[in-house]
C-alpha cells in the first residue's frame, strides 16, 4: 500500500485524467455525436425502391444496431461525467459543492437508472419464448 496515492492532490489528479478522457471520448470517433452521423440508408442495401427481403432485414438489424451503440455511447460519456462530478465533489467536500453541480450530477444518475431499468426490461422481453401469432399458418400442415 505504500504506492498508494492519497489526498486532495490525487483526486485532483484522478478528476484530471477523467476530464482528459471524456474530452478524447467524446471528441473521438466513439463519441456519441460522432456515431450517430454514421448512417445507412436503405436504399444501400438493394437499390431504391426494389423489393428484396433479406435486404430490408439486414437494414433492420443495422439501425437497432446502430441505435444501441449510439445509446451506449451516450451512456459511457454519462458514466464518466458522473465519476468526474463525484471526483470533483470528494476534492472540495460534498457539502461545498455548488447547486448546479448538484442538478447535473443527479440528473444523469437519473438518466442512468433509467437506462438500467429499460435495459433490464428488453432483457426480460428477449429472453420469453415468442408467441405465436393467432394469424399465422401452420406450416407443417402447408408442408405435408
Known amino acids: 500500500m505504500g504506492d498508494l496515492e492519497r489526498g486532495a492532490g490525487a483526486l ?4 484530471s485524467k477523467i476530464n482528459a478522457l ?4 467524446e471528441n473521438g470517433p466513439g463519441g ?3 456515431v450517430a452521423e454514421h448512417t445507412i440508408e436503405r436504399g444501400a442495401f438493394s437499390g431504391t425502391g426494389l423489393p428484396f427481403a433479406e435486404a430490408d432485414g439486414f437494414f433492420a438489424q443495422y439501425a437497432r444496431v446502430h ?6 455511447s451516450k451512456l ?5 461525467e458522473l465519476l468526474r462530478l463525484g471526483a470533483h465533489a470528494a476534492d472540495v467536500g460534498f457539502d461545498n459543492v455548488d447547486e448546479d453541480t448538484r442538478r447535473r450530477f443527479h440528473a444523469i444518475q437519473d438518466r442512468l437508472e433509467v437506462a438500467a431499468e429499460e435495459r ?6 428477449s429472453d ?3 408467441q405465436p401469432r393467432s394469424d399465422s399458418k401452420n406450416v407443417t400442415k402447408d408442408l405435408g
Not at 76 to 80: G, I, R, T, V, Y
Open 12 to 15: 485532483r489528479n484522478f478528476q
Open 22 to 25: 471524456l474530452t478524447e471520448f
Open 32 to 34: 456519441s455525436q460522432k
Open 67 to 72: 441505435r444501441e451503440l449510439v445509446s451506449l
Open 76 to 80: 459511457l460519456a454519462d458514466q464518466m
Open 120 to 125: 433490464q426490461k428488453q432483457d426480460e422481453k
Open 128 to 130: 420469453k419464448p415468442e
